[in-house]
Nanobody, 122 residues
Framework: QVQLVESGGGLVQAGGSLRLSCRAS????????MGWFRQAPGKEREFVCA????????KYADPVKGRFTVSRDNAKNTVYLQMNQLIPEDTGAYYC???????????????WGQGTQVTVSS
């Protein structure tokens, strides 16, 4: 049974930082590209970033470029999202997801976590 468990969310002031983690189990983690998505209240879920299975390739949505950094540790079956210079518009539930294909697509993820809430106050 595949499980993706996010952690690290919380309440932070604008300009602050948070680091999210997503630990995977039940799958060959090093064979999967990993992505982060978020969903704000009343809005559709949106792509945030993705990282290739090796960690050598990354992709970011325009709103987070230069502020967020995705990384992974295959030995720990964990993917991370370092979020700096947070703004209120970053508020939402953050989900990690896994796909056993190209990380450049953001519409074919197979497995999803339950999410962790990030709230940025102004």
């Amino acid at each position: 049974q595949v499980q993706l468990v996010e952690s690290g969310g919380g309440l932070v002031q604008a300009g602050g930082s948070l680091r999210l983690s997503c630990r995977a189990s039940g799958l060959a983690f090093s064979r999967y590209a990993m992505g982060w998505f978020r969903q704000a209240p009343g809005k559709e879920r949106e792509f945030v970033c993705a990282i290739s299975w090796s960690g050598g390739g990354t992709k970011y949505a325009d709103p987070v470029k230069g502020r967020f950094t995705v990384s992974r540790d295959n030995a720990k079956n964990t993917v991370y999202l370092q979020m700096n210079q947070l703004i209120p518009e970053d508020t939402g539930a953050y989900y990690c997801a896994a796909v056993d294909s190209n990380y450049l697509r953001d519409d074919n993820y197979q497995f999803w976590g339950q999410g962790t809430q990030v709230t940025v106050s102004s």
